[in-house]
């Protein structure tokens, strides 16, 4: 990757040379594995299409990788999280503390189970649920904390494991855009009680469909998810139902696929890591934006995000520039509609840092996909953005 110049030049976006934010090639080169396992398992003599020996054989192998006690695959990250929740006990009369800002899951899959979200205040570098914050908005009938990795950097972990601790509480770590990702040599997904994935398509390690996982070091957590996912049914006796489940299965074409990909996890994630850290050593320090935190523990390059103070002027250059981005939450969630009557339930201090994150945000490509060529190309377009800017 070439070394930026000091004097960024304006780049001319040619008509259908763009950079892309989400890479339309993703699986062009697992194509004909793709197609072959659609053929073997769609014509397979036992027609097992869900919960079959290949779900069960990427189950274990994500569960080596980690050196977790249990992995559990399901349909999406949203209903890994909600399984959690349900498996950890957390019901009616019960708060968990959340972010205020991300997405909205954080704040629905608490009101599934009965409980009720208690929106906190993010740090203002990290993006990330504040403890310290968070540990203001505890009451009585707090059950548990549920910090969010967010967009490249994992939440303080080692702080929040403490602040449970101290306080007899749960810790749900919504890791689902972190996978690979490990702090103080903790892979995301291990520090709580529980933690998850989402392989939807854009994440990390995406996959052509929905999917997610549940990862926990606590096998009757595992067990209890495993059963909560298929009908509450065990697995072994089938039509026997031991709890109130839910159908949250995962299907066999998926896990044969993502168990062949998993072999390139790691280099699609180091050029990840590779691509955040030339735009960071580019773009840090130039005036009116706000870099990531450098460094590369507790780092997931799930997307690059900048704080922009004109966010929308900086945007509509990118895309002249023929620069895709993405906004991913232009409100907190207390002021969504839809959680907008729970926060008025519970006034509480203000969320300042989590406003200024929905006000300011602006994501980057930072897929695997991109070439060194594209990367200058977005790496240019903003630091001649922010240069004009400052003159």
């Given at each position: 990757?070439?070394?930026?110049?000091?004097?960024p030049?304006?780049?001319?976006?040619?008509?259908?040379?763009?950079?892309?934010?989400?890479?339309?090639?993703?699986?062009?080169?697992?194509?004909?594995?793709?197609?072959?396992?659609?053929?073997?398992?769609?014509?397979?003599?036992?027609?097992?299409?869900?919960?079959?020996?290949?779900t069960?054989?990427?189950e274990?192998?994500?569960?080596?990788?980690?050196?977790?006690?249990?992995?559990?695959?399901?349909?999406?990250?949203?209903?890994?999280?909600?399984?959690?929740l349900?498996?950890?006990?957390?019901?009616?009369?019960?708060?968990?503390?959340?972010?205020?800002?991300?997405?909205?899951?954080?704040?629905?899959?608490?009101?599934?189970?009965?409980?009720?979200?208690?929106?906190?205040?993010?740090?203002?570098?990290?993006?990330?649920?504040?403890?310290?914050?968070?540990?203001?908005?505890?009451?009585?009938?707090?059950?548990?904390?549920?910090?969010?990795?967010?967009?490249?950097?994992?939440?303080?972990?080692?702080?929040?494991?403490?602040?449970?601790?101290?306080?007899?509480?749960?810790?749900?770590?919504?890791?689902?855009?972190?996978?690979?990702?490990?702090?103080?040599?903790?892979?995301?997904?291990?520090?709580?009680?529980?933690?998850?994935?989402?392989?939807?398509?854009?994440?990390?390690?995406?996959?052509?469909?929905?999917?997610?996982?549940?990862?926990?070091?606590?096998?009757?957590?595992?067990?209890?998810?495993?059963?909560?996912?298929?009908?509450?049914?065990?697995?072994?006796?089938?039509?026997?139902?031991?709890?109130?489940?839910?159908?949250?299965?995962?299907?066999?074409?998926?896990?044969?696929?993502?168990l062949?990909?998993?072999?390139?996890?790691?280099?699609?994630?180091?050029?990840?890591?590779?691509?955040?850290?030339?735009?960071?050593?580019?773009?840090?320090?130039?005036?009116?934006?706000?870099?990531?935190?450098?460094?590369?523990?507790?780092?997931?390059?799930?997307?690059?995000?900048l704080?922009?103070?004109?966010?929308?002027?900086?945007?509509?250059?990118?895309?002249?520039?023929?620069?895709?981005?993405?906004?991913?939450?232009p409100?907190?969630?207390?002021?969504?509609?839809?959680?907008?009557?729970?926060?008025?339930?519970r006034?509480?201090?203000?969320?300042?840092?989590?406003?200024?994150?929905?006000?300011r945000?602006?994501?980057?490509?930072?897929?695997?996909?991109?070439?060194?060529?594209?990367?200058?190309?977005?790496?240019?377009?903003?630091?001649?953005?922010?240069?004009?800017?400052?003159?």
């Open positions: 990757m070439t070394t930026t110049s000091d004097r030049t304006e780049p001319t976006a040619a008509p259908g040379d763009r950079v892309p934010f989400f890479p339309p090639d993703l699986f062009h080169e697992d194509r004909d594995t793709l197609l072959r396992l659609l053929y073997e398992i769609g014509t397979g003599a036992d027609q097992k299409f869900i919960l079959g020996d290949r069960r054989r990427f274990d192998a994500l569960r080596e990788r980690l050196g977790a006690a249990d992995v559990v695959a399901c349909s999406s990250g949203t209903s890994a999280l909600q399984l959690v349900t498996a950890l006990g957390i019901g009616a009369g019960d708060e968990v503390v959340v972010p205020a800002f991300g997405c909205a899951p954080l704040a629905a899959a608490v009101l599934h189970t009965g409980a009720v979200p208690v929106f906190g205040d993010i740090d203002p570098r990290t993006l990330t649920l504040d403890p310290a914050d968070a540990e203001t908005r505890l009451t009585g009938r707090t059950k548990a904390l549920m910090p969010a990795h967010m967009f490249s950097v994992m939440a303080d972990m080692p702080r929040f494991t403490a602040l449970a601790a101290e306080h007899g509480l749960r810790l749900v770590e919504d890791s689902a855009v972190a996978q690979g990702a490990v702090l103080d040599g903790t892979p995301a997904g291990l520090w709580g009680d529980a933690g998850l994935y989402s392989f939807v398509q854009v994440k990390s390690f995406g996959m052509p469909g929905e999917g997610g996982a549940v990862v926990t070091r606590d096998e009757e957590t595992g067990r209890t998810v495993r059963m909560l996912r298929n009908h509450g049914q065990d697995g072994v006796h089938r039509f026997l139902h031991h709890r109130i489940g839910v159908n949250s299965r995962f299907d066999e074409i998926q896990a044969a696929f993502q062949h990909r998993l072999a390139g996890l790691d280099a699609r994630l180091e050029r990840r890591a590779r691509i955040a850290a030339h735009y960071t050593e580019h773009l840090a320090g130039l005036p009116g934006l706000t870099t990531p935190p450098p460094g590369t523990d507790g780092r997931c390059y799930y997307v690059y995000t704080l922009a103070d004109d966010r929308d002027a900086l945007r509509d250059h990118l895309s002249a520039a023929g620069v895709d981005t993405h906004v991913y939450y409100r907190t969630l207390p002021e969504q509609t839809a959680f907008a009557p729970v926060a008025a339930a006034p509480g201090p203000g969320l300042p840092h989590a406003a200024d994150a929905a006000r945000h602006l994501s980057l490509p930072v897929h695997h996909r991109l070439t060194d060529t594209q990367v200058e190309r977005v790496t240019d377009a903003v630091r001649a953005h922010a240069l004009r800017t400052r003159r």
